[in-house]
T-cell receptor, first 113, second 117 residues
Framework: KAGVTQTPRYLIKTRGQQVTLSCSPI?????VSWYQQTPGQGLQFLFE???????NKGNFPGRFSGRQFSNSRSEMNVSTLELGDSALYLC????????????FGPGTRLLVL | AQKVTQAQTEISVVEKEDVTLDCVYE???????LFWYKQPPSGELVFLIR??????QNEISGRYSWNFQKSTSSFNFTITASQVVDSAVYFC??????????????FGSGTRLLVRP
């Protein structure tokens, strides 16, 4: 079974631009979560989607948004990029319940100049 | 509030040594789940183990073993006879049983393990 895939793998943007990252979960997984990893803040939860609905949200500004499609694929969008948004963005999928394991994709490395 | 503490920022060992990575967690819930993930330089988080709060049995998988002690809120990870391929950052994480079944992992800050030949 194919794992979680994320595109693009690397991205360079400038301040003020917006960016969209994509995540395709493992087949059959309906929950998709996003995490931001930075050297200073570590791994932080962004949001989780299930059946096209956001079920949980971390403590991030409204510039960070996401959505999930009917095929469980998910996108996250960051508008008005700031230098501090430079990070590794990781997507994870699971079968949906909290006792299930989340499996992570390879991540998208975003650099904001 | 939930919290995961990995006090060891970096550990360096020589190949074939045993090494233990510490994890201490805080939660008010009685039902919760603990995880260990490995992050090699490529960046992807690789799942190693999941343990629920009602299962305190220790687990061994090859050279890996985990010691879960609710009395001390610890979930430590031991690698026996370490190998260079074990070099990575290891994260401990906590997930709580939520009424809405939503998913959120709280991660520790990670322990960077360097295994030298």
């Amino acid at each position: 079974k194919a794992g979680v895939t994320q595109t693009p793998r690397y991205l360079i943007k400038t301040r003020g631009q917006q960016v969209t990252l994509s995540c395709s979960p493992i087949s059959g997984h309906r929950s998709v979560s996003w995490y931001q990893q930075t050297p200073g803040q570590g791994l932080q939860f962004l949001f989780e989607y299930f059946s096209e609905t956001q079920r949980n949200k971390g403590n991030f500004p409204g510039r960070f948004s996401g959505r999930q499609f009917s095929n469980s694929r998910s996108e996250m969008n960051v508008s008005t990029l700031e230098l501090g948004d430079s990070a590794l963005y990781l997507c994870a999928s699971s079968l949906a319940r909290e006792e299930e394991t989340q499996y992570f994709g390879p991540g998208t490395r975003l650099l904001v100049l | 509030a939930q919290k995961v503490t990995q006090a060891q920022t970096e550990i360096s060992v020589v190949e074939k040594e045993d090494v233990t990575l510490d994890c201490v967690y805080e939660t008010r819930d009685t039902t919760y789940y603990l995880f260990w993930y490995k992050q090699p330089p490529s960046g992807e988080l690789v799942f190693l183990i999941r343990r629920n709060s009602f299962d305190e049995q220790n687990e061994i998988s090859g050279r890996y073993s985990w010691n879960f002690q609710k009395s001390t809120s610890s979930f430590n990870f031991t690698i026996t006879a370490s190998q260079v391929v074990d070099s990575a950052v290891y994260f401990c994480a906590l997930s709580e049983d939520r009424m809405d079944s939503s998913y959120k992992l709280i991660f520790g800050s990670g322990t960077r393990l360097l295994v030298r030949p």
